[in-house]
């Protein structure tokens, strides 16, 4: 079974750049997580999808950042313009249907600078 | 938002040696679940613990879920270098995270 893919793998940008990520979860798989992990703190979650509706974007720094999934399937996680706190691992994670187990991909690692 | 507190934060052990981790929190939980995140890789779930008092076991680890429901215990016997990690204990309807324990577990 194919896992959570995400890419890229690795971004580094100038503050006050953009940058998109994006992220293809497990087939078949109706919720979506967007997280956001600082060095030596757990993740913590910025959006959730169920399909293409949001479920939870309290977390979400809406001047910043925005996500979609506009079919219900893949989603892009975009931060406008990046600020040096947002140097972070960016992690997306899918399960079937809310609260169930959630596949992690390996995340994106951005560097501000 | 219903965050667990994680304790503790940081634990360093020598292999072979045993461990516990703790997650508690005032209030009470439907489940619990254990992720083990690995350096460079994302949170893989371990176990989920549903009815109070019970205890699940994989491997070397022992998950306890307390009778009342609001917190949860990891025992690793024996820990190796391949444990180490971080530790991370969300409740099981919701996917907020805390802080987490790392370990390390030294050669």
């Known amino acids: 079974e194919a896992g959570v893919a995400q890419s890229p793998r690795y971004k580094i940008i100038e503050k006050r750049q953009s940058v998109a990520f994006w992220c293809n979860p497990i087939s078949g798989h109706a919720t979506l997580y967007w997280y956001q992990q600082i060095l030596g703190q757990g993740p913590k979650l910025l959006i959730q999808?169920?399909?293409?509706?949001?479920?939870?974007d309290s977390q979400l720094p809406k001047d910043r950042f925005s996500a979609e999934r506009l079919k219900g399937v893949d989603s892009t996680l975009k931060i406008q313009p990046a600020k040096l706190e947002d140097s972070a691992v960016y992690l997306c994670a899918s399960s079937p249907d809310q609260g169930a187990k959630a596949f992690f991909g390996q995340g994106t690692r951005l560097t501000v600078v | 938002t219903q965050l667990l507190e994680q304790s503790p934060q940081f634990l360093s052990i020598q292999e072979g040696e045993n461990l516990t981790v703790y997650c508690n929190s005032s209030s009470v939980f439907s489940s619990l679940q254990w992720y083990r995140q690995e350096p460079g890789e994302g949170p893989v779930l371990l176990v989920t613990?549903?009815?109070?008092?019970e205890v699940k076991k994989l491997k070397r680890l022992t998950f306890q879920f307390g009778d009342a429901r609001k917190d949860s215990s990891l025992h690793i016997t024996a820990a190796q270098p391949g444990d180490t990690g971080l530790y991370l204990c969300p409740p099981g309807d919701q996917f907020y995270f805390g802080t987490g324990t790392s370990l390390t577990v030294i050669p």
């Open positions: 613990v549903v009815t109070g008092g």
């Open positions: 999808f169920q399909n293409n509706g949001v479920v939870d």
